[in-house]
C-alpha cells in the first residue's frame, strides 16, 4: 500500500503554514515542539520533497509544500464533516448549519423558509451571516462557513453549486425620468446614462459593469451603495440608473417609493441563485436536502427555477 500520511501530519503541517513557527504550531496542536519537528521531517521523507524552507526568523512553505497545505486542509475537513454526520445524524440536517448569504437576496428570502425548516427540523440551528459573495465563497472554501445562499461561484469544481432559482434583474430609474413609463428598456438607450451599483465583490456589481459595457451606460464606482435600499434612495433622488433583484423589488419596493422598474430586452437580466458548498463535503446530502425545501420555498414566492419563464418576460 502506498504511504499515506496521518491526520495528526496533516493537522502538524496546516499549523505549522499558519503560524510560521515550530514552537507556536506545536502549542496550538498541543504537542511538544520535538514531537512536532520529528513528524514534519518524517512527512518529508515519506512523500520525497520539502514541504518547508527553514529560516531563522519564520518557517515558510515551498512551492509544493503550499498545495500539499491546501489538500491538507480539505482532507482536515472532510473528517470533520464525517464526525458531524455520525454524532448528529441525518434526521436534523446535521444539527447546525453555518451558512453564509448574500445581503441582496437572503434577507428577502429566508423569512420565507426559516420557519419552515424549524417545524420540519426542530432541532436545526442555522447561524446566518450575511457578505459579499466573494467573501463566502472564500469561507466556503476554508470550512469557516459550511455552504453559502450566493448566485453560481467563481471557483470552478472546487465548489459544488445546487441551483434554486433563476431571478430576474429589473432596472430602476426615477418616476421623473425619461424611460420611466415605457415599463422595459433597449441597453441602446442607457448610452451616457448613469449607472449605480453595489461595491466590489457583489454579483449585481458584475451584472452592473456588463450592462454598461453593452449600453455605453456610465458605471460610477464613486458612487457605490452600501444596500440595495442606499441605491434606491439614490435612484430617488435622481443621481442615475440601478440594478434590483426581482425578490428584492417584490419584497420592498411600494408604489410611493418613486422608483420605475424596468424590463431589460436583449440583454440577459436574470440571475441564478443557489446553495455552495465544498465539493469534497460529506454532508453534501443534507445541502441537497436544504436546497429542495429552499426550491419549494422559492416556487411559493413566485420565483421559478424555469429558464424559459424569464426567456419569454424579455
Known amino acids: 500500500m502506498p504511504f499515506r500520511p496521518s491526520h495528526r501530519q496533516l493537522e502538524y503541517a496546516v499549523a505549522l503554514a499558519e503560524t510560521g513557527h515550530f514552537g507556536s504550531a506545536a502549542k496550538r496542536c498541543h504537542v511538544s515542539q520535538p514531537t512536532l519537528s520529528v513528524q514534519i521531517a518524517q512527512l518529508e521523507q515519506q512523500l520525497g520533497t520539502p514541504?518547508?524552507?527553514?529560516?531563522?526568523?519564520?518557517?515558510?512553505?515551498?512551492?509544493?509544500?503550499?498545495?500539499?497545505?491546501?489538500?491538507?486542509?480539505?482532507?482536515?475537513?472532510?473528517?470533520?464533516?464525517?464526525?458531524?454526520?455520525?454524532?448528529?445524524?441525518?434526521?436534523?440536517?446535521?444539527?447546525?448549519?453555518?451558512?453564509?448569504?448574500?445581503?441582496?437576496?437572503?434577507?428577502?428570502?429566508?423569512?420565507?423558509?426559516?420557519?419552515?425548516?424549524?417545524?420540519k427540523y426542530p432541532a436545526l440551528q442555522i447561524y446566518v451571516r450575511e457578505d459579499r459573495p466573494a467573501a463566502i465563497e472564500r469561507d466556503v472554501m476554508t470550512g469557516d462557513l459550511d455552504c453559502g445562499l450566493i448566485p453560481p461561484p467563481a471557483s470552478g469544481h472546487a465548489l459544488t453549486f445546487r441551483r434554486i432559482c433563476r431571478e430576474a434583474i429589473y432596472l430602476g430609474v426615477g418616476k421623473d425620468h425619461r424611460l420611466a413609463a415605457s415599463g422595459r428598456v433597449k441597453p441602446r438607450q442607457l448610452k451616457g446614462e448613469r449607472l449605480l451599483t453595489l461595491g466590489r465583490g457583489h454579483h449585481l456589481f458584475e451584472r452592473a459593469r456588463e450592462l454598461a459595457a453593452a449600453s455605453g451606460a456610465d458605471m460610477r464606482e464613486d458612487y457605490e451603495g452600501t444596500s440595495l435600499d442606499a441605491l434606491r434612495q439614490m435612484v430617488v433622488m435622481g443621481m442615475g440608473a440601478s440594478l434590483?433583484?426581482?425578490?428584492?423589488?417584490?419584497?420592498?419596493?411600494?408604489?410611493?417609493?418613486?422608483?420605475?422598474?424596468?424590463?431589460?430586452?436583449?440583454?440577459?437580466?436574470?440571475?441564478d441563485m443557489g446553495y455552495i458548498w465544498r465539493a469534497s463535503n460529506g454532508r453534501a446530502a443534507q445541502f441537497e436536502e436544504l436546497a429542495r425545501e429552499s426550491e419549494q420555498a422559492c416556487a411559493e414566492l413566485g420565483l421559478s427555477d424555469d429558464p424559459a419563464r424569464h426567456a419569454r418576460e424579455q
Open 244 to 271: 434590483f433583484p426581482e425578490l428584492y423589488a417584490k419584497s420592498e419596493f411600494r408604489v410611493q417609493d418613486h422608483v420605475a422598474l424596468l424590463q431589460i430586452d436583449g440583454w440577459p437580466a436574470s440571475r
Open 51 to 119: 514541504l518547508f524552507d527553514r529560516t531563522r526568523a519564520k518557517v515558510t512553505p515551498t512551492a509544493i509544500g503550499a498545495r500539499i497545505v491546501d489538500a491538507a486542509r480539505s482532507v482536515l475537513l472532510t473528517l470533520d464533516d464525517i464526525v458531524t454526520v455520525a454524532a448528529t445524524g441525518a434526521d436534523n440536517l446535521g444539527g447546525l448549519i453555518r451558512l453564509g448569504v448574500a445581503p441582496t437576496f437572503g434577507p428577502y428570502f429566508l423569512p420565507n423558509l426559516l420557519p419552515v425548516l424549524h417545524g
